[in-house]
């Protein structure tokens, strides 16, 4: 039976469900210390001076100071802004300023530091903000032209709050002095990214080794933030001579770490009479924070997806990511198209409205088929999917039935079409060129690639693409654990890339590798000639012509499509919204196992689920307010609804047995669905999470 198309038994299933599994915080090494982050106390200002108050016998101590001549003291990313340690100027809440390291946790948790600031004015507010971290223009016909042509303008503001990641366990890092430098184990995304940022802060000639113990989920906040932390501990063993392990508790992850950029979107649109888009004008604002991280990337995939799955031959998007005096934002399942899809479907809503068209018939007229082109002039070809994942979740969900039953009670219905770019944009896979490696075993064969298991299935799903490819049994495939010295650098486990990049390269790496075994299995030729190795680099599609300076052209090779159908209730009297069904189809081009991408979409729905209705981050000085899982509420499954899922298959020929990205795209659909299903009930809201102050001021100004 082929592996492909079948859900298999998970690599790592047995030692998860069993507890035999260890992660960062199982782990210990003998002489370990334990690390601790000082940070600062407030939004902005210069430090005057430190004061230990405590005994430090016993204690190992690090400021910037310590930072070798050889280093930068520079998180290293994208913009070398970001400082390991702050030398003198505070520029967020919970910034690091000093690290200590003690055998004794309970003693370490007790030392007093005690920091003094002269105190100056932070800005909090992105829309004030005179520091643009990132901007982008995206120009496609003339805009003015076809606003003059329009006979309905329709003009709209959207907002979307920070999102706490909450993967299920915090961040966490050892470190351990070796070979004269370092190697790190931790709960990681990107190991790659790491290593990089070691090699910055120790000098490049440093021995840096980066291992990923198995990790409790990410979703995009453990991308760029382990490097951080990973310096921490790195510069806490090396002063001390020992390992040192340093692990967040919930409240310091939750203050101290990255969250989804905060946008406010306005949307100009320009349509005729019969409903036809013909001219869309969209500014985005991104709140960035105190430093760049990833906002460059992820302004630019949310402005790339802020006209929607939409036809109209005349668009301009504006994009800027402002600087604010908060804790960094960075990645966020889904990257920024989340925030900018939220607003453009909640929009297409009150346009269909405007020109008396149900929005089910309004998107059919205007969703993109084959031939069309996108925002960046990119020309879509058979794999794309608008109408069929639109007409099925209509008819799954039997959407124009209750529509009409629902008027004028507690329940509404809405939906939204989606669409989400499978890996880097642009030319970005081609700057990457990642590898992926296969080596014969005396049983099978090993997969090497710096790809990661984050609870997502990569083992499992890489281990099928390559057993099929080989035409071996699933059970001779295993699976090496991410470290830098040993696996190549395949890229960083974001994008939703890496089924299809990663995997198509491993794909190649099995055909070759088939066709030097001849006749013989793995073993048979591991046994009668030795060591055989394949290794592979990712080929982009030749086709691909994009322009990083004027955001034109073949932002993504391939796009998956999908439609939410989003039933609620409301509670008029607590003004509680709640979900009662979500109808979710998506085409990802082939499902390689059919559980864990059911899995991912019934994870990613509840996660936006959570973005649209519960999860508000408490801002206060600066700072998250409500950091704990008391105050911050993600869903239950209380408060999870029926879900419907139907997986629609259109391959994708340059992925591994037609397969595209998967992982962000579920994230994208359930916030506007859910708003349009409010929208349903006679409420115009235009900001989530929806709680129910936000539904009880709708209300009022109605």
């Given at each position: 039976m082929p592996a492909v198309g079948t859900s298999v038994a998970r690599k790592d299933g047995i030692g998860k469900a069993t507890g035999a599994t260890k992660y960062a915080d199982d782990l210990v090494f003998p002489r370990m210390l334990h690390g601790r982050t000082i940070r600062s106390t407030i939004p902005r200002g210069r430090i005057t001076s430190i004061r230990l108050d405590f005994d430090p016998t016993g204690f190992t101590i690090v400021d910037h100071r310590d930072i070798p001549a050889a280093g930068h003291n520079i998180v290293a990313l994208i913009e070398d802004d970001q400082p390991f340690l702050v030398e003198t100027e505070v520029r967020h809440l919970a910034e690091p300023i000093l690290l200590l390291a003690h055998e004794d946790r309970e003693k370490l948790l007790s030392a007093n530091v005690v920091i003094e600031y002269e105190e100056l004015a932070p800005e909090f507010d992105p829309e004030h903000s005179t520091t643009i971290l990132k901007s982008l223009a995206i120009d496609k016909g003339n805009v003015e032209a076809g606003f003059a042509t329009a006979d309905v303008i329709v003009e709209g503001t959207y907002r979307t709050g920070h999102q706490e990641h909450v993967y299920i366990e915090p961040n966490g890092i050892i470190a351990d002095p070796e070979n004269g430098g370092i190697a790190v184990h931790g709960s990681i995304q990107c190991p790659f990214y790491v290593h990089k940022a070691l090699k910055s802060l120790l000098g490049k000639d440093a021995y840096v080794r980066v291992v990923q113990t198995e990790t409790g989920g990410g979703f995009g906040g453990k991308e760029e933030y382990p490097s951080m932390i990973a310096g921490h501990a790195t510069l806490l063993a090396l002063k001390s001579g020992r390992p040192v392990k340093i692990i967040?508790?919930?409240?310091?992850?939750?203050?101290?770490?990255?969250?989804?950029?905060?946008?406010?979107?306005?949307?100009?649109?320009?349509?005729?009479?019969?409903g036809t888009l013909v001219a869309m004008d969209i500014d985005i604002i991104l709140d960035g924070g105190a430093y760049i991280t990833l906002s460059p990337v992820v302004m630019s995939r949310g402005g790339i997806h802020a006209a929607g799955p939409y036809r109209c031959e005349n668009t301009r998007i504006r994009g800027k990511a402002m600087f604010t005096n908060t804790p960094p934002n960075g990645a966020f399942r889904g990257f920024g198209a989340p925030q900018t899809l939220f607003a453009?479907?909640?929009?297409?809503?009150?346009?269909?409205?405007?020109?008396?068209?149900?929005p089910v018939a309004f998107r059919e007229h205007n969703a993109l088929v084959p031939g069309d082109t996108t925002a960046t002039g990119q020309v879509l070809t058979g794999d794309c999917s608008a109408l069929e994942v639109l007409r099925e979740a209509v008819r799954r969900s039997d959407f124009h039935r209750k529509s009409a039953e629902y008027k004028g009670t507690n329940r509404g219905i809405g939906l939204a079409l989606f669409y989400h770019g499978s890996g880097f944009t642009g030319s970005g896979e081609l700057r990457l060129a990642?590898?992926?490696?296969l080596e014969l075993t005396k049983t099978g064969v090993r997969i090497l690639v710096s790809s990661t298991e984050i609870g997502q299935g990569t083992r499992t799903m890489h281990a099928q693409i390559v057993a099929d490819s080989l035409n071996v049994p699933y059970e001779q495939i295993e699976v090496a654990q991410p470290d830098t010295q040993r696996v190549p650098d395949s890229g960083p486990t974001v994008a939703s890339r890496t089924c299809m990049v990663v995997g198509r390269i491993l794909q190649r790496c099995a055909e070759e590798m088939k066709e030097r075994l001849g006749v013989l299995t793995p073993a048979e030729y591991f046994e009668k000639y030795g060591a055989l190795e394949i290794l592979k680099e990712h080929e982009p599609p030749a086709w691909i012509q994009w322009?990083?300076?004027?955001?034109?052209g073949d932002a993504y090779a391939t796009y998956a499509w999908g439609c939410d159908v989003a039933e609620v209730e409301i509670d008029r009297d607590t003004y509680e919204v709640r979900p009662i069904k979500l109808t979710a189809v998506q085409e990802f081009g082939k499902a390689i196992h059919p559980g864990l991408a059911r899995g991912q979409i019934e994870g990613g729905t509840a996660q936006g689920l959570g973005f649209a209705l519960l999860e508000k981050v408490v801002m206060s000085n600066g700072g998250m307010n409500n950091a704990s899982l008391t105050n911050y509420t993600i869903p239950t499954t209380l408060d999870t609804p029926e879900m419907d899922i139907a997986i629609l298959e259109n391959p994708y020929e340059d992925g591994p047995f037609g397969a595209k990205g998967l992982g962000e795209l579920p994230i994208d659909g359930p916030a506007p669905a859910v708003i349009n299903a409010i929208r349903h009930l006679g409420i115009d809201v235009r900001e989530i999470p929806a709680t129910p102050e936000i539904i009880l001021s709708a209300c009022a100004s109605r």
């Amino acid at each position: 039976m082929p592996a492909v198309g079948t859900s298999v038994a998970r690599k790592d299933g047995i030692g998860k469900a069993t507890g035999a599994t260890k992660y960062a915080d199982d782990l210990v090494f003998p002489r370990m210390l334990h690390g601790r982050t000082i940070r600062s106390t407030i939004p902005r200002g210069r430090i005057t001076s430190i004061r230990l108050d405590f005994d430090p016998t016993g204690f190992t101590i690090v400021d910037h100071r310590d930072i070798p001549a050889a280093g930068h003291n520079i998180v290293a990313l994208i913009e070398d802004d970001q400082p390991f340690l702050v030398e003198t100027e505070v520029r967020h809440l919970a910034e690091p300023i000093l690290l200590l390291a003690h055998e004794d946790r309970e003693k370490l948790l007790s030392a007093n530091v005690v920091i003094e600031y002269e105190e100056l004015a932070p800005e909090f507010d992105p829309e004030h903000s005179t520091t643009i971290l990132k901007s982008l223009a995206i120009d496609k016909g003339n805009v003015e032209a076809g606003f003059a042509t329009a006979d309905v303008i329709v003009e709209g503001t959207y907002r979307t709050g920070h999102q706490e990641h909450v993967y299920i366990e915090p961040n966490g890092i050892i470190a351990d002095p070796e070979n004269g430098g370092i190697a790190v184990h931790g709960s990681i995304q990107c190991p790659f990214y790491v290593h990089k940022a070691l090699k910055s802060l120790l000098g490049k000639d440093a021995y840096v080794r980066v291992v990923q113990t198995e990790t409790g989920g990410g979703f995009g906040g453990k991308e760029e933030y382990p490097s951080m932390i990973a310096g921490h501990a790195t510069l806490l063993a090396l002063k001390s001579g020992r390992p040192v392990k340093i692990i967040y508790d919930r409240t310091e992850d939750m203050i101290a770490t990255t969250k989804r950029h905060p946008s406010i979107v306005r949307h100009r649109t320009g349509v005729k009479r019969d409903g036809t888009l013909v001219a869309m004008d969209i500014d985005i604002i991104l709140d960035g924070g105190a430093y760049i991280t990833l906002s460059p990337v992820v302004m630019s995939r949310g402005g790339i997806h802020a006209a929607g799955p939409y036809r109209c031959e005349n668009t301009r998007i504006r994009g800027k990511a402002m600087f604010t005096n908060t804790p960094p934002n960075g990645a966020f399942r889904g990257f920024g198209a989340p925030q900018t899809l939220f607003a453009v479907e909640a929009h297409i809503d009150r346009v269909a409205e405007a020109v008396g068209m149900d929005p089910v018939a309004f998107r059919e007229h205007n969703a993109l088929v084959p031939g069309d082109t996108t925002a960046t002039g990119q020309v879509l070809t058979g794999d794309c999917s608008a109408l069929e994942v639109l007409r099925e979740a209509v008819r799954r969900s039997d959407f124009h039935r209750k529509s009409a039953e629902y008027k004028g009670t507690n329940r509404g219905i809405g939906l939204a079409l989606f669409y989400h770019g499978s890996g880097f944009t642009g030319s970005g896979e081609l700057r990457l060129a990642s590898k992926a490696k296969l080596e014969l075993t005396k049983t099978g064969v090993r997969i090497l690639v710096s790809s990661t298991e984050i609870g997502q299935g990569t083992r499992t799903m890489h281990a099928q693409i390559v057993a099929d490819s080989l035409n071996v049994p699933y059970e001779q495939i295993e699976v090496a654990q991410p470290d830098t010295q040993r696996v190549p650098d395949s890229g960083p486990t974001v994008a939703s890339r890496t089924c299809m990049v990663v995997g198509r390269i491993l794909q190649r790496c099995a055909e070759e590798m088939k066709e030097r075994l001849g006749v013989l299995t793995p073993a048979e030729y591991f046994e009668k000639y030795g060591a055989l190795e394949i290794l592979k680099e990712h080929e982009p599609p030749a086709w691909i012509q994009w322009n990083d300076d004027t955001y034109s052209g073949d932002a993504y090779a391939t796009y998956a499509w999908g439609c939410d159908v989003a039933e609620v209730e409301i509670d008029r009297d607590t003004y509680e919204v709640r979900p009662i069904k979500l109808t979710a189809v998506q085409e990802f081009g082939k499902a390689i196992h059919p559980g864990l991408a059911r899995g991912q979409i019934e994870g990613g729905t509840a996660q936006g689920l959570g973005f649209a209705l519960l999860e508000k981050v408490v801002m206060s000085n600066g700072g998250m307010n409500n950091a704990s899982l008391t105050n911050y509420t993600i869903p239950t499954t209380l408060d999870t609804p029926e879900m419907d899922i139907a997986i629609l298959e259109n391959p994708y020929e340059d992925g591994p047995f037609g397969a595209k990205g998967l992982g962000e795209l579920p994230i994208d659909g359930p916030a506007p669905a859910v708003i349009n299903a409010i929208r349903h009930l006679g409420i115009d809201v235009r900001e989530i999470p929806a709680t129910p102050e936000i539904i009880l001021s709708a209300c009022a100004s109605r």
